[in-house]
């Protein structure tokens, strides 16, 4: 069964960081890009970063230079280190394998809110 799991959100301070990450199993987690999305209310789903199995990492605008993200494929994890963190990041914040349709597959998500 596949399945990724997401952990290590929560409530930070403005400033602050945190360092989620997505357990995978169930596939063959070195073979796929992975990808970190988040979610407010109302709106869509956009991409935060990602990251190939070459390690090329892509980043949105807005986080560049305050997030990083890794991967470890003997563990089969994917890491997102946020820091600087804004009350703008407060979403929740999916993991994703592959880069279309055809191979995508999705954690269920977690919540981190920036709050004072």
């Known amino acids: 069964q596949e399945q990724l799991i997401e952990s290590g959100g929560g409530l930070v301070q403005p400033g602050g960081s945190l360092t989620p990450s997505c357990a995978a199993s169930g596939f063959a987690f070195s073979r796929y890009t992975m990808g970190w999305y988040r979610q407010v209310p109302g709106k869509q789903r956009d991409l935060v970063a990602s990251?190939?199995?070459?390690?090329?990492?892509t980043y949105a605008d807005s986080v560049k230079g305050r997030f990083t993200n890794s991967r470890d494929d003997a563990n089969h994890r994917v890491y997102l280190k946020m820091t600087r963190l804004r009350p703008e990041d407060t979403a929740v914040y999916f993991c994703?394998?592959?880069?279309?349709?055809?191979?995508?597959?999705w954690g269920e998500g977690i919540q981190v809110t920036v709050s004072s």
């Open positions: 990251i190939t199995i070459g390690d090329v990492r």
């Open positions: 994703r394998r592959g880069t279309n349709k055809y191979d995508e597959h």
